[in-house]
């Protein structure tokens, strides 16, 4: 579709936002970063021997901690990863000929995307759950960086700078990551790209937030991020894991003046503990187990949260126990007995030596909360069992 004033969108269903292209130079500037030169053989010899010194620090800490035990796990790790290596690049594995059709793909979307940027054109979307139409504090944030491209740029390479630091002062990262030095942010000019900036749905003081893509040379395992608010005028990095947390929002959703199902309103009572509501919710008809299409089983979610008590009420409410997990394929029983075998309480039936001796020693770090999880898995299958859940 075509939108004032973002210009021609294209709905993306699996990001669930509206996808375009506008002139934004400045960041189409910082759009692409070079591939890094390969290393020389002295720079590759250092690497390395940054790589073990970090590794056998790291070993050593686990010694000092498990005792000999951890051998055992270590012999595990290195004898597996042997037999991956052989089987991936042994003499008689076959190239996969998938290989280097998704290779030309990737590479003609990357010349795309190159003469766009060259053009100062850049990515975006525009978040819309149900194919929405842009909000009016999307639009708002979409003119507001039209306006102010520079000053945003700055606070995005600000947080860039800071991110760099926060991983370079890490010693252990630096020398697994192999994370070379700098001085300002000018010299990262070649490490990190924007790749692209979305508009949130959440809003705050009429405008949505940005959220811009970083590609790095020192953040890759979780991914970086740059939030930057117009409303507030500042800019903070983070990864996928602590997102949300920066994306405030003083406006109600769209689905909040819908009234409430009666199951919805027994759900909270049963949550929050209200007991009192709760059976009168029942009593005028509330079904516990009136799930919509696409609802996780309530009884399903407490035991993977392993709330016992809450497990407890919605038995007592009436919740059934053999009702499965249509997505997982699993009842709340079974879910039970899985997380059990899982967190090492029971043996497993594919039993893992490298696994079982991890495990052993994540239970031992772990120390008194482990068995808090086992007593509180072991009531909670105790319960279902005797409601007649099946698995």
Request: net charge negative; proline share 6%; with cysteine.
């Amino acid at each position: 579709m075509t939108h004032d004033p973002f210009g021609k969108l294209k709905f993306k269903d699996r990001d669930e936002s509206w996808a375009g292209v506008a002139r934004f130079p400045l960041f189409a500037a910082l759009g692409d970063r070079p591939e890094p030169p390969q290393m020389t053989d002295d720079e590759a010899r250092q690497r390395l021997a940054d790589m073990s010194a970090a590794l056998d620090a790291m070993k050593e800490q686990m010694r000092e901690r498990f005792g000999d035990q951890i051998e055992k796990a270590f012999a595990e790790i290195d004898r597996a990863t042997q037999d991956e290596l052989q089987r991936i690049e042994g003499p008689d594995a076959d190239p996969d000929p998938e290989d280097a059709a998704r290779a030309a793909k990737r590479a003609g979307l990357r010349a795309k995307r190159a003469a766009k940027l060259a053009e100062g054109k850049f990515p975006f979307r525009v978040a819309a759950p149900d194919e929405a139409a842009p909000t009016p504090a999307q639009a708002a944030t979409f003119a507001f960086l039209r306006d102010n491209e520079q000053l945003v740029l700055d606070a995005v390479r600000a947080a860039v700078w800071e991110s760099f630091q926060n991983a370079y002062n890490d010693e252990y990262w630096r020398q697994v990551g192999g994370v070379k030095p700098a001085a300002s942010i000018d010299e990262l000019k070649d490490r990190f790209a924007v790749l692209r900036f979305d508009i949130t749905r959440e809003a705050r003081g009429g405008f949505a937030h940005l959220v811009f893509h970083i590609d790095s040379d020192w953040q890759d395992e979780h991914g970086e991020l740059v939030v930057f608010s117009p409303a507030a005028r500042a800019a903070q990095w983070t990864t996928w894991d602590g997102l949300y947390d920066l994306l405030d929002s003083d406006e109600p959703d769209a689905g909040d003046d819908r009234p409430q199902t009666p199951h919805e309103e027994l759900m909270d009572a049963i949550w929050d503990g209200d007991e009192a509501k709760a059976r009168e919710l029942v009593a005028a008809g509330a079904d516990v187990n009136a799930l919509a299409d696409d609802e996780c089983p309530p009884l399903w979610v407490a035991v993977d949260q392993m709330e016992v008590e809450l497990v407890r009420r919605l038995l007592e409410f009436g919740a059934n126990p053999k009702l499965a997990n249509a997505e997982e394929r699993s009842t709340p029983l079974k879910h039970a007995k899985r997380m059990y075998r899982d967190m090492g309480f029971a043996p497993s039936k594919n039993a893992d030596p490298m696994l079982a001796n991890m495990m052993e020693l994540m239970q031992q770090a772990a120390g008194p909360a482990m068995h808090e999880y086992k007593q509180r898995l072991e009531q909670i299958v105790a319960l279902l069992e005797a409601a007649g859940g099946t698995g």
